[in-house]
């Protein structure tokens, strides 16, 4: 029995081990993360202008108000951001809920968006990281650090994130919203359309203002769904309703959100977050 209770207890060792490498090893995704977050910080260009009233001049009248009211005017113009967030995120309508942990850094003067996740799927846990850099974007998730469970990429991937991409600007770095490759089109007193282009992609949104000037919803059109494995998607609404608003530092932002896709049987939430910090202009991790 002793002799027993000895191998058992090296097995979990082993196995310990094995799982710490493939997780957090120089070959997991975490350390593909951390290396493209590496990367992009060292090219971040010194601290700009801040951001001022002119520059605001040419926003539709609510998107001002939001500016504004976030308190981006006087502040750095952002080069790059972090934000940190805890929730729960689901494959479907009626499939389990999986609680999350995520990081993400997202770069502006050439865009890039950098989002690492860890999770537990019925007690296994699963890491997942999208990446856009460049020209394109990519998701991969895995299980145990061992299992492939999504692999996605190529145009439409890219075009979803680029949505994405777009959506963080607007709700976690409002001050990014001066930026040029951003076509406003004015709507009424409490909504704005725009155009962004990004690698390749032009993506449309609509963006609804609550009375307090605060941003409580953005849809675009212009997502796709993708299957549980990846491997397809398909044109569908998409809406992330916000709340919560406090202060991150300096600037007030939503503080929860959710992601909904906008099905013909009724929308649902896929996701819900809730940030826990926010930081701008950084040089190093």
């Known amino acids: 029995m002793k002799t027993f209770l000895i191998v058992v207890v090296a097995l979990f060792v082993i196995a310990g081990v094995a799982f710490g490498f493939l997780a957090w090893g120089p070959y997991s995704l975490l350390a593909a993360y951390q290396g493209d977050v590496d990367r992009a910080l060292a090219r971040v260009p010194p601290a700009g202008p801040v951001v001022t009233d002119a520059d605001l001049a040419h926003l539709p009248a ?17 080069r ?17 809920w999986i609680s999350l942990s995520a990081e993400q850094y997202n770069f502006i003067d050439e865009p890039a968006r950098l989002f690492y996740l860890t999770g537990s799927m019925s007690m296994i846990p699963v890491q997942g990281y999208h990446r856009y850099v460049g020209q394109a974007a990519t998701m991969r998730i895995k299980a145990a650090a061992l ?15 680029t949505v994405t991409l777009f959506n963080d600007m607007c709700v976690i770095a409002p001050a990014t919203l001066i930026d040029p490759a951003i076509t406003w089109e004015a709507g009424g007193a409490r909504t704005a359309r725009a155009s962004f282009t990004n690698a390749g992609h032009t993506i449309r949104a609509e963006l ?7 941003l409580a919803n953005f849809v675009s059109d212009d997502r796709l769904q993708a299957s549980p ?23 007030r932002l939503a503080a ?3 992601g909904r896709w906008h099905e013909t049987a009724g929308d649902y939430a ?3 977050l809730t940030f826990d910090d926010v930081r ?5 991790r």
Not at 147 to 161: F, L, W
Not at 235 to 242: A, I, V
Not at 280 to 284: F, G
Request: charged share 25%; aromatic share 8%; glycine share 12%.
């Open 62 to 78: 609510p998107v001002q108000r939001y500016l504004r009211t976030s308190g981006v005017v006087g502040r750095p113009r952002v």
């Open 80 to 96: 790059n951001f972090r934000a940190r967030m805890h929730g729960r995120i689901r494959s479907g309508r009626d499939a389990p």
């Open 147 to 161: 299992a492939t469970v999504v692999d996605a990429s190529g145009d439409e991937m890219t075009q979803s994130e």
């Open 208 to 214: 609804l203002f609550n009375d307090a000037g605060e």
């Open 229 to 251: 494995d990846g491997k397809s998607a398909t044109s569908m609404r998409w809406s992330t309703p916000l709340g919560g608003y406090r202060s991150f530092g300096p600037i």
């Open 256 to 258: 929860t959100g959710e």
């Open 270 to 272: 896929y996701i819900e």
């Open 280 to 284: 701008y202009n950084l040089a190093c």
